[in-house]
């Protein structure tokens, strides 16, 4: 069935069967469609193939965007509602949004690796073959730039100046240039210069970094070489594709980055979305103080 009618027989259900209110019912529909939208312009499943990552890759998504903690838990309740109709009308055979919790108190920090965790993932990918030279381009180019998955993937090759040493990023109209560290210079290069062109299916192909098929990389592939590398590199913490945004930005921060530097290589429109990053950093600081001081 066609994504809109999905939502068009849900939007029958909330007023026929759930007898929801007028304001319930805008909401509701506005968000699944909002979902749907996030959907088809990152390269995601049908609204009938969603999984529980896609979800929660999607709660990540909204949260870097900026949007409150209220905002989110509103939006995660309306997808369950969608997919509570999905499964009764045997759209689909599982709730994927059954297990998440509304998390309707101050949101959470982000979970962020330690240098030492990041040196273990990145160096996982080996440059033995095609895939492992672009996965460690990946990784390298993620946690060099802090850039959004959805950035990630939807970079083109031109957008890469090697000789500079920076990326090109375009979103929401804006462009913005990051510097990336010698590492991921190399990696990147030596994926570009070594196996895309082996890898694309089509010369005219745009995209920087591409699937098996030869065509422009998804995020839920992404997802999974993420999770593939958490489980080789043995890290005992629940790794998202955002977990190395979080962690540039936050190594920044301890390393004596300004928070207005940050908000510009991040994207950030409000510093507020920043700011989140020094919580992390003073956390951090307060957990090593009572592990480590003898008086704690």
Not at 123 to 139: F, H, I
Request: a negative charge.
């Amino acid at each position: 069935m066609p994504e809109n009618n999905y939502i068009d027989e849900f939007s029958r259900y909330l007023k026929e069967e759930r007898h929801v209110s007028s304001n319930t019912f805008l909401s509701y529909v506005r968000d699944v469609n909002q979902f749907a939208e996030y959907l088809a312009k990152h390269g995601g499943p049908g609204l009938d193939e969603v999984d529980q990552s896609t979800v929660k890759d999607y709660m990540d998504w909204l949260r870097d965007e900026g949007r409150s903690a209220a905002t989110v838990a509103r939006c995660l309740a309306s997808i369950k509602c969608f997919y509570v109709f999905m499964e009764e009308q045997g759209a689909v055979e599982k709730n994927p949004v059954h297990d998440i919790p509304i998390e309707r108190s101050v949101k959470k920090l982000p979970q962020i690796l330690t240098s030492e965790e990041v040196e273990l993932l990145l160096d996982q990918p080996k440059c033995t073959d095609m895939k492992g030279y672009r996965d460690r381009a990946m990784l390298e180019l993620l946690y060099a730039t802090g850039i959004r998955v959805s950035e990630l993937i939807s970079m083109n090759i031109d957008d890469v100046k090697l000789s500079a040493g920076i990326v090109k990023c375009s979103t929401h109209g804006k462009e913005r240039y990051i510097p990336m560290y010698s590492a991921a210079i190399r990696a990147v290069s030596d994926y570009i210069n070594l196996v895309r062109g082996q890898m694309i299916a089509s010369p005219t192909e745009e995209a920087l970094f591409v699937n098996v098929n030869g065509e422009r990389m998804t995020r839920q592939g992404f997802w999974k070489v993420v999770k593939h590398y958490q489980e080789t590199a043995k890290i005992d913490k629940d790794i998202t594709p955002h977990t190395l945004r979080h962690s540039f930005a936050a190594h920044l921060l301890e390393n004596g980055a300004d928070l207005r530097s940050i908000q510009e290589m991040l994207g950030h429109a409000d510093i507020s979305s920043t700011q989140v990053y020094a919580q992390v950093v003073k956390k951090q600081l307060k957990d090593v103080y009572n592990k480590a001081h003898p008086r704690a």
